[in-house]
């Protein structure tokens, strides 16, 4: 199970860190993800990293603002981001995968059930 947050309402050029928690044992075995889903568009990726946290991917949208990391002792990843922009108002999701870093939505087997970002210009 993924639980984020760490959402909110901030301005343009602000900053918001986002976390996600997962219960179970076996975090360390899941390549992890973050994915926003704007109004009316389809889900997206944002950023993964892999098992150990030594492999990041970004997509380039965000490369620069934002920066995943993750904490297997505590079973959490986390998004820091930075020069919020209005277009990055979204649904935030984390999810997991047992296969492969990608940004390909269908790779991931579980999602968690999003935290809200609204940047206001």
């Known amino acids: 199970q993924l639980q984020a947050s760490g959402g909110g309402l901030v301005q343009a050029g602000g900053s918001l860190r986002l976390s996600c928690a997962a219960s179970g044992r076996t975090f360390s075995s899941y390549i992890m993800g973050w994915f926003r889903q704007a109004p009316e568009k389809e889900r997206e990726f944002v950023a993964g990293?892999?098992?150990?946290?030594?492999?990041?991917y970004y997509a380039n949208s965000v490369k620069g603002r934002f920066t995943i990391s993750r904490d297997n002792a505590k079973n959490t990843v986390d998004l820091q981001i930075t020069r919020l922009k209005p277009e990055d108002t979204a649904v935030y999701y984390c999810?997991?995968?047992?296969?492969?870093?990608?940004?390909?939505?269908?790779?991931?087997?579980?999602w968690g059930q999003g935290t809200q970002v609204t940047v206001s210009s």
């Open positions: 999810a997991a995968s047992l296969r492969v870093l990608t940004e390909r939505v269908s790779e991931y087997d579980y």
């Open positions: 990293i892999g098992w150990s946290g030594g492999t990041t």
